[in-house]
């Protein structure tokens, strides 16, 4: 992960999906494609590798935390 990562990551942060439950799901890649683009970020798959990654780690803290 690097701070780039870590800033989109925080960008999207009201741009999570909820189930009917109510548990997270994911960062909608649609927000998340428009603020990549909008910070300038030039190698998109690998970012969202890492996105993917912080978004994994984080459902299992918010969501059983």
Do not use: H
């Not at 942060?13 to 109510?22: A, C, E, I, L, Y």
């Amino acid at each position: 992960m690097n701070l780039e990562a870590m800033q989109v990551f925080s960008a999207c942060s009201d741009d999570w999906k909820v189930t009917p439950q109510g548990k997270y799901k994911s960062i909608d890649k649609l927000a998340l494609g428009v603020v990549m683009e909008m910070m300038g970020v030039t190698n998109r798959k690998e970012m969202l590798t890492d996105i993917i990654a912080m978004q994994n780690a984080a459902l299992g803290v918010i969501n059983n935390g």
